[in-house]
């Protein structure tokens, strides 16, 4: 049989008879060199495991099966590689944070029904609420894919580790977002709650796996001024050098902290260094000066994470991830003055542009810029971050409003558009930390 090689070979001399013996004999010879170099291609073709897959680019990005089983159309996503256009280092990285929202016919990848651990606070659906076009959108950042969250992956990355989320009620939404759709995999043992229901511990056997929730309202050390004259102030006095020991004192055990503080902060509290009062914030107190709610917001968040990144008892491979602001979309009042959040859409474009989110933008920027402070000047400490702030500034649509109920009051008593329901938009904060994770790990992403 003639060798392939030769038939791609040009030739200049088809007419010329082939009759003399030398030339013949250096036609034998160049067969027999191209049949070897053919021979050790294949070799190295079928031999290697994939000799090319350096050069693949990108992956297509399967959607789960809308008229499968959900926990089938689960196993079936695999982890996936994310590629951008940048370049650090030799390696290719999307910014996870800039993009839009798009439709997602398939919807949520657990409902009300399937999964056993939402709360009444964020259970929408149980409580009311008749639309469900909120859920049927995902995130779609501007230079890559983002694949959707995957319990087999996540578990994967976490095996044998312990992850604990710090912060107040809002890191409470996340971990309970997170359990939801981890238990379309696998469900976990409920091993440990406190008296109040702040500090909470879930494991997966099958993984080895620690998922707990620490409950603080500030990341700093806060006296709550109590009652005065025989009502409650709501008034807080923060000590912005000092730590709170309640979740300080756990971090040494953990192999992922996930941090965030905000709301508690929009508040009058009144702020201490060394001992002493510097300032306040949302005061009017001649005598105080009013240090404004970033500052503050800054202060504690420089404070957490140079206690994180001079830890010298916490683990060596620690990864800490921060959260940026959560933001709240009350319209036409606040949450006890006739506040509603009854959007049933993202925001346009538009509507974006319109939308005065300056505001929570300025908090976030105060956040990031302390972040980076931190993750720069740090060596042998890891840090990310989840900037779900201009994600999630387009989702009014997300918030429970009246559709809540928990065992001191519901959805008649007052309006919440400052937590997320569930199944919901803040399912993309553990898209990201999948993501986030998964990059950290080591993973072509």
């Known amino acids: 049989m003639k060798s392939a090689t030769f038939e791609i070979l040009p030739t200049n001399n088809e007419n010329r008879e082939m009759c003399n013996t030398g ?13 070897g170099i053919a021979w050790l291609f294949a070799v190295f073709v079928l031999d290697s495991p994939n000799p090319f897959s350096q050069f693949s680019s990108k992956q297509n990005l ?33 910014d996870f944070f800039k993009g839009q929202w798009v439709p997602e016919p398939n919807g949520s990848l657990y409902s009300q029904w399937s999964c056993p651990t939402i709360p009444d606070t964020k259970n929408c659906g149980k409580f009311g609420r008749k639309d469900v076009d909120f859920i049927n959108w995902r995130w779609k950042p501007d230079e890559c894919e983002l694949p959707r969250f995957n319990p087999k992956t996540f578990l994967s990355l976490v095996r044998g580790k312990k992850l604990a989320f710090i912060g107040d009620s809002l890191a409470r939404n996340q971990i309970e977002s997170l359990l939801c759709l981890l238990s379309q995999g696998e469900t976990p043992k409920d091993i440990y709650k406190d008296s109040e229901d702040r ?14 929730v620490y409950w603080t309202k500030f990341l700093v050390a806060a006296e709550d001024k109590g ?4 009502s409650r102030t709501n008034v807080f006095d923060l000590h912005l050098d000092k730590l709170d ?17 905000a709301h508690w902060f929009l508040r009058m509290n009144n702020l201490y260094e060394g001992g002493r009062l510097i300032g306040c914030t949302e005061c009017n107190n001649p005598n105080v000066p009013d240090l404004g709610t970033q500052f503050t917001i800054a202060k504690a968040i420089r404070t957490a994470l140079g206690y ?14 921060f959260r940026t602001f959560s ?32 505001w929570e933008m300025e908090i976030r920027r105060r956040q990031v810029k302390e972040f980076e ?14 900037d779900i702030t201009s994600a999630m500034i387009m989702r009014p649509d997300g918030h429970p409003g009246h559709h809540w109920k928990d065992q001191y009051s519901d959805g008649k008593s007052f309006t919440d558009c400052v937590h997320w329901c569930l199944p919901g938009p803040i399912d993309l904060w553990n898209d990201l930390l999948m993501a986030v994770l998964q990059r950290r790990k080591g993973s072509s992403l």
């Open 199 to 212: 500090f909470r511990t879930f494991y997966f056997p099958s993984h080895d796996f620690t998922l707990m």
């Open 227 to 230: 009652i005065i004259n025989g």
């Open 23 to 35: 030339n013949a004999w250096r036609l034998v010879l160049f067969f027999l060199w191209a049949t």
């Open 373 to 386: 402070k931190i993750k720069n000047t740090t060596k042998g400490k890891m840090f990310e971050i989840l």
């Open 308 to 321: 994180i990144s001079e830890c010298k008892e916490c683990n060596r491979g620690l990864v800490t991830v």
């Open 327 to 358: 933001p709240v979309h009350f319209e036409y009042g606040s949450w006890n003055s006739g506040g509603k959040c009854n959007r049933t859409r993202p925001y346009t474009e538009e509507q974006v542009n319109s939308y005065n989110a300056e």
């Open 245 to 261: 020991v309640n979740w300080a004192d756990k971090l040494p055990n953990l192999d992922y902290a996930i941090i965030s503080i």
């Open 62 to 94: 399967p959607f789960v099966n809308n008229n499968a089983a959900p926990h089938n159309a689960l196993n079936q996503t695999p982890a996936m590689n994310i590629n951008s256009p940048k370049e650090n280092d030799g390696e290719k990285y999307c």
